[in-house]
C-alpha cells in the first residue's frame, strides 16, 4: 500500500474529529443512533464490529465493511425493547461497479402512547413519540487490505407537539489481514448537528462518538474474540461523578467512602472496552457473548449481583438466508430482545434456479 493512500486514509478520518471536549451524561439528542440495530452486533456488546461477515446491517456501524459480497442484500430488525418502547430497521445494500458498494436504511422507533394532561392533571387527551433515521452508507475497498466508508443521515424526531430535524455523518476506516483473519477498524460517529431543534434557538449536541475496534479468529479454533473502545475523545466515563448517590457512608462518622485513586482510574479505564467471543462450531452457526463494562457499572444493583452489562445471542445461516436472536442485559428486569432476519436476493435467485433445473434433468432421465 503507497504511502500516499496511508495519508488519505487517517486524513480522511481524522478531518471530522471535532475538538475534544468532555460531556456529562443526559445532555445530548437523538440518543436512539446509540441503539444496537441488528442481533449480533447487541450480542457483542453494541459498539464497533470489525469484522467481515454476511450481516447487512454492517452498513449501520461500520461503513468501511460494506463491499460486493453485500450485493443485493436485504435485512430488517425488530427490537422489544423497554416498556411499550420498540424499535425496527430495515436495510438494502447494493453494489455498483464505479461507484463503490451503496446501502439504504431506514430506523423507527417507537415510544408508545401517552396521557397528556395539564399542570392540574387534568386529562386533556394523548400523544405519541417517535424517533426515525434515513441512512445513505457508501464503502470502497482501497487494496487487499484496507478499506473505507461514510454513511450520511437524515432524522427525524417529534414528541406530541416538539419536534426536531437533525443531519449526522459517520465516518469509518479499516484494516484487514486475510491470511491471520485479522481486522482493525477506526470510526468517527454521529458528526453533526441539528438543523431545527425542539425549542427555537436551544441546539443540543448529537452523540458524538470515536471508536476502535480490533477483532481476530483464532488459527486452531473455531472462535474469534472481539475488542472495542469507544468514547475516546474524553477520559471520565463516570455518569454521576463526585455526586454519586450510591457511595457507601461510614457507620461512626456518616462521612462518604470514596474508591482509592487506583480504583477510580481501572474503573474507568475499563469503562471504555467492550468485550466479546464468537464461538464457530459449525460453518451455519454463530454463538456470541459480550460483557459492556460501561453498562454494567451505570446499570448495576449494589445491594444484588445482576448480568446487567452481558449480552448473548445466536445467528444461524442457511441457503443464503440468515437468521439472529439475541438478548442484552442492561438492569434486573430490563432485557430488550433483538430479532434479526436477512437475505441475498441474487443467492436466492440463483438456488431456486437450480432447484427448477435439477428437478428438469431428473423429469427427463
Known sequence: MSLRTIIFFIGLVLGVIPPAVSQVGGNQTYNF????????????????????????????????????????????????????????????AHHFKKAGSFAFSLQTVGYG??????????????????????????????????????????????????NSFGLAVDVAGTYYHPDKQISLTLLVRNA??????????????????????????????????????????????????EKDPLLEKDGMTGAYKYPSDASRFFDNFFRHFVFGVEIIPIKYLSLQLAYNHNRHQEMKIPQKRTLAGFSYGFTVNISSIQIGFSRAHFAAGATPNYFTFAANIDELSQLTKQRKTKKLQRLHE
Not at 43 to 53: D, E, K, Q, T, W
Not at 192 to 216: N, V
Not at 219 to 235: C, D, E, G, N
Open 33 to 92: 443512533l446509540k441503539f444496537s440495530n441488528s442481533s449480533r452486533q447487541a450480542a457483542l456488546g453494541g459498539n464497533l464490529i470489525s469484522v467481515h461477515h454476511a450481516d447487512p446491517f454492517i452498513a449501520l456501524y461500520n461503513p468501511s465493511m460494506l463491499s460486493p459480497d453485500f450485493h443485493t442484500s436485504l435485512a430488517a430488525n425488530f427490537t422489544d425493547y423497554f416498556s411499550n418502547a420498540g424499535y425496527g430497521s430495515f436495510v438494502y
Open 113 to 162: 402512547s401517552f396521557t397528556q394532561t395539564d399542570e392540574s392533571g387534568n386529562t386533556l387527551g394523548s400523544f405519541t413519540a417517535g424517533d426515525y433515521a434515513l441512512t445513505t452508507a457508501w464503502g470502497r475497498q482501497l487494496d487487499s487490505n484496507f478499506s473505507i466508508g461514510a454513511a450520511l443521515k437524515l432524522i427525524y424526531s417529534g414528541y406530541e407537539s416538539y
Open 192 to 241: 453533526g448537528s441539528q438543523l431545527k431543534p425542539y425549542i427555537t434557538g436551544r441546539f443540543e449536541p448529537l452523540p458524538f462518538d470515536i471508536q476502535l475496534a480490533f477483532s481476530q479468529r483464532l488459527a486452531h479454533l473455531p472462535v474469534r474474540y472481539h475488542i472495542s473502545l469507544h468514547s475516546l475523545y474524553k477520559w471520565n466515563m463516570a455518569y454521576v461523578g
